[in-house]
């Protein structure tokens, strides 16, 4: 395979900033949520250690708050460091800058999210949500929670597969690390159809309260509920087109109706749950980068073919 | 003395805790009555969930520990030891929520000699410990002796040596004394003397001449009738039972006693008795140099076999005033189901059929029984014993809600999924406040009964806790269950004769003034619920004085965030001016200020609860307007007694130490 020239590689970078921005999103979602909403709560993992583990309240507390703060500078540096060194007009591209300021904060951000889920699940034993509907066995279900937030552990570990992929540049990894894209932004979406095949009730209210407030509809829950079904199956099909296609289409769809859906958090409980908008911005940010570089390539390869056709017709000219 | 374990480790002795007062007040008053029930019906007792008590600051430390013991006063006692010339004894307070506060020395032993195995004797008077002393009133005979002390107002006084009889050259400890008899261990065997003071008998090891078998014997502990002993063999505890005076070799505990933290070796073994609830408590090896002090509860493992009944409930989802739902469980299906019911006034005897099937997920091992008592007259008290196959149950009885306006109570509480032990103590209270108050009509559960609504395990352990609401003269207190978050899945339907696919909300008529009404925050809190709910509102407020409600995920939270019923449900709430909503889940004790279109209004809603019957507690959040004076928030585990009448509505927040930490009344609205 022939290694890719610099130029070949340069608009990944915009890509870089977009997931740069998306973490940093998703950072202050979680410290607000965590640490300074009026309605600021424990995690799943204070959870776990208090409940499960029997640690004392103070001490899981301590390791809670501990862990959301972190989360919070870590997301702020991927971001802000980046951009101050480019303003001041340093240079980040060396491998310990970029391992300090880029690759540590995102691990531990990957692996915060991914604690935070994985307590998410065990809190959950394992199979079903608590709103499983009555009758649902766990053996026909699946730990959901792994699918439906999958995009925000994605979203970190595609930026350092893409980070270290463009100085030196190295095809490979961004190929892994658009598939790193593009597999958990279709898991996201499995997740949540899964969830709104099975008639989530925060989803239903969601629907409901739209339709009310936004649309001045009256709709019963059956109605609601239908339509649910629905959106729970266009959620799953493109969740496989996106794996098996590279349709801009699909994923400029996915990206906009993530942000509908992280948004209808808004709608349904007013402006408090911004945050909601915030800590969800893998669910719209990560298919909206899958699209940018599709978009991207596509115009690359379309420049590619002119210039290709310029040199033939220079080529023939007498 | 100190064998094959540790220097600093052993012994153990006798009496009741604090927190756990209560619960060992009810069972030696069980076992007076001859309630044989808790252990008889229910099969091969096991101590489970062994688990480590608090670590530092708390009991354990990286060093050792053992000897433990609960004091009259409820506090925790046992041996530290500090380095190999230093044993300590140490006290450690119940911290209101099952657990224990940061230990303290006890200073007027302190003398840098080894002291250990404390015990109380049962009038708490004096305290019998083991000591090297040689400075203590009487001197020592050789190695450790046994010294009494006074104990006034809970301070010790000076020890003496119990004197040249009881203690000898060798090595005494690990004292245990019933008020006229000394059972202690010598040099690795037990014996016993009678007496007091410094006047004792001659040591006799006659009644132990099986239970000295030639391994390291200590630390015998006695139950309270005299019947069982436990004690240490060999870094193992063993089981031994009274016989034509003499004790049996002893059973090996070992394999009755399960738990996650569980290690191979144990000993000093402590406890009052077997029932059901009761606390086992020991010391276990932790590492080489190390033992720590661990714990474990009772509960029956085995339920009764085949088509006994037991996990006994009565049921209010319908109109109490006529109909109740008398539930049971059996471990093999069997072919017929009734409930046998007769008025307490000499009525004649009815014979109703349950609705039976087996519990999903258990694999055909355990089948419930439902039988829908109809035509019920109201305010009257009915007997009624549950048979299946021609098993029966012990005849319970239970009292349907009024038709006339008079005074009557009502439990509610939430949250007992994953401290069993605090939750069996619940219960316990539960059971007393029904004797003590015989106008509580019903308990009302706001949910999260258990961690994982899937287990049938857990359902199984909460479903035999719940006997523990039974009264001593057997009366079955109604529950009125509202779904938690953690009860997922069809096992809840199952336990509390939902229809399958039921939504899970309803309301129900506590006399012909009092209406609640149970909402399902599991499901859609804008839907179908919100409609049922606002119809259900509008119908009952100009018929019912009292209109009260309860749920699970709280609109008001004490720690958490708000649920769905703050958008959907509290408008309704306040239009149809609810007096009264009981909230769960968020572990602490809570009850807001009147509220109003999210302000403070004294013409507003009150919301109370948070859950506490069972799990670990939590600490209320600060900077919750919502719960600042006149409002309140606390820690610890609890029960809401809600008492409803002409006049008034007062509600009551009882703490596991049988005090009221909050009191609430408001009169009808006009």
């Keep these: 395979m022939a290694r890719p020239d610099r130029e070949s590689l340069k608009p990944y970078t915009a890509l870089l900033w977009l997931l740069r921005v998306a973490v940093a999103l998703q950072g202050v979602g979680v410290a607000i949520q965590y640490l300074f909403h009026e309605f600021e709560q424990e995690s799943d993992i204070f959870s776990v250690l208090v409940f499960e583990w029997r640690w004392r309240e103070k001490w899981a507390m301590a390791v809670d708050d501990a862990g959301s703060w972190c989360y919070l500078a870590a997301s702020m540096i991927v971001l802000f460091i980046p951009l101050a060194v480019r303003l001041l007009g ?9 391992l300090v300021f880029q690759t540590l904060p995102l691990i531990y951000i990957a692996i915060w999210q991914f604690l935070l889920i994985l307590a998410a699940w065990h809190r959950e034993s394992g199979f079903l949500p608590s709103w499983a509907p009555l009758g649902a066995t766990p053996h026909l279900t699946i730990p959901l929670v792994f699918f439906s937030q999958s995009a925000r552990v994605g979203l970190p570990i595609a930026l350092i597969l893409l980070t270290s992929a463009v100085e030196p540049p190295r095809a490979k990894r961004v190929e892994a690390g658009m598939w790193v894209l593009r597999g958990t932004a279709a898991a996201t979406f499995i997740g949540h159809g899964v969830e709104a095949l099975y008639l989530h009730p925060q989803f239903v209210d969601y629907l409901l309260a739209a339709a009310n407030n936004q649309l001045g509809w009256d709709a019963s829950e059956s109605t609601m509920s239908f339509i649910l079904r629905l959106i729970g199956s266009i959620d799953i099909l493109l969740a496989v087109l996106i794996l098996v296609a590279r349709w801009r289409a699909v994923a400029a769809y996915m990206a906009c109706w993530a942000f509908i859906t992280a948004c209808s958090r808004v709608v349904h409980s007013d402006w408090q749950a911004l945050y909601e908008v915030c800590i969800r911005s893998a669910n719209y940010c990560v298919p909206l980068a899958v699209c940018l570089c599709w978009h991207m390539c596509r115009r690359a390869k379309s420049d590619q073919q002119n210039s290709n056709s310029e040199d033939r017709g220079a080529r023939d000219e007498p | 003395m100190s064998h094959n374990r540790p220097a600093v480790s052993h012994r153990s002795p006798v009496w009741g805790p604090n927190l756990l007062r209560l619960t060992i007040a009810i069972a030696w008053t069980c076992a007076a009555l001859g309630m044989g029930w808790v252990t008889d019906a229910r099969g091969q007792l096991i101590w489970k969930d062994a688990t480590q008590l608090s670590n530092p600051p708390g009991v354990n430390s990286a060093s050792g520990e053992g000897g433990p013991v609960i004091s009259p006063a409820g506090d925790l006692w046992f041996h530290f030891g500090v380095n190999a010339n230093e044993t ?156 034509d005076g003499v004790w049996g070799t002893g059973v090996n505990l070992q394999p009755s006693i399960t738990g996650r933290f569980l290690s191979n070796d144990q000993g000093d073994p402590f406890f009052l008795g077997e029932g059901l609830g009761q606390t086992l408590y020991f010391h276990q090896f932790k590492n080489p140099n190390s033992w720590e002090i661990s714990s474990a509860t009772a509960t029956a493992e085995r339920a009764p076999v085949g088509t006994q009944p037991f996990h006994w409930r009565l049921i209010w989802t319908g109109d109490p005033a006529r109909e109740a739902i008398l539930s049971w469980d059996t471990r093999e299906a069997g072919e017929r189901h009734v409930a046998l019911v007769r008025s307490a006034d000499g009525g004649q005897q009815r014979t109703v059929d349950a609705h039976s099937g087996p519990y999903q997920t258990s694999g055909g091992t355990l089948h419930f029984h439902h039988a829908r008592l ?297």
């Excluded at chain 2, 007259?377 to 809600?401: I, L, N």
Aim: glycine fraction near 10%; charged fraction near 25%; hydrophobic fraction near 30%.
């Design chain 1, 90 to 98: 340093y240079d980040l591209r060396g491998t310990r800058p970029r």
């Design chain 2, 88 to 243: 300590v004894l140490m006290k450690s307070t119940p911290d209101g929520s099952g657990g224990w506060n940061k230990r303290t020395k006890e200073l007027t032993l302190d003398r840098g000699v080894h002291n250990r195995d404390p015990f109380f004797s049962p009038d708490g008077t004096t305290f019998y410990f083991a000591s090297t002393d040689r400075n203590f009133t009487g001197g020592n005979f050789g190695g450790y002796d046994i010294f009494a002390a006074p104990v006034t107002d809970g301070v010790l006084g000076a020890p003496v040596n119990l004197g040249p009889v009881t203690n000898g050259a060798g090595d005494e400890s690990g004292p245990h004394y019933d008020g006229k008899k000394l059972t202690f261990d010598r040099d690795g065997d037990i014996y016993e003397s009678t007496g007091s003071g410094t006047s004792w008998t001659a040591p006799s090891n006659t009644p132990f001449v099986n239970v000295n078998t030639g391994g390291f014997e200590d630390s015998p502990s006695i139950s309270q009738d005299g019947q069982v002993m436990y004690f240490g063999r060999d870094n193992k505890m063993f089981r031994s039972e009274l016989s």
């Design chain 2, 374 to 670: 109809r035509d019920l007259a109201p305010d009257t008290q009915y007997h009624a014993t549950m048979e299946s196959d021609g098993d029966k149950s012990q005849e319970f009885w239970f009292r349907t809600a009024p038709s006339e306006d008079r005074k009557l109570g009502l439990i509610f509480g939430g949250d007992s999924r994953s401290d069993q032990s605090a939750r069996q103590q619940v219960n316990h209270m539960i059971a007393e406040l029904v004797e003590k108050n015989p106008s509580i009509l019903a308990f009302a559960h706001g949910g999260d009964y258990i961690a994982s609504g899937h287990s049938l395990e857990q359902w199984s352990r909460w479903l035999d806790d719940h006997q523990l609401t039974v009264t001593a003269k057997g009366r079955l207190l109604p529950i009125i269950p509202a779904r938690g978050n953690h009860d997922k899945g069809p096992l809840f339907d199952e336990v509390f004769a939902f229809p399958d696919g039921d939504a899970n909300y309803y309301a129900v008529s506590l006399g012909p003034r009092v209406r609640l009404v149970t909402l399902n925050t599991n499901a859609s809190a804008a839907g179908d619920q919100r409609d049922w709910l606002a119809a259900e509102l509008a119908a009952s407020r100009p018929r019912y004085r009292w209109l009260l409600a309860q749920y699970h995920r709280p609109a008001f939270p004490a720690v958490k965030s708000p649920g769905g019923s703050k958008q959907h449900w509290v408008p309704l709430f306040e239009e149809h001016n609810v007096d009264l909503v009981c909230e769960a889940d968020g572990h602490v004790v809570k009850r807001t200020v009147p509220i109003r279109n999210d302000q403070h209004d004294p013409s507003g809603v009150v919301y109370i609860g948070e859950g506490g019957l069972g799990v670990p507690q939590r600490q209320p959040k600060k900077g919750r307007w919502y719960l600042d004076p006149p409002g309140m928030a606390a820690y610890g585990h609890h029960v809401q007694v809600i008492r409803l009448s002409a006049d008034e509505l007062v509600c009551e927040v009882i703490a596991l130490d049988g005090k009221t930490m909050d009191t609430y009344r408001r009169p009808p609205r006009k």
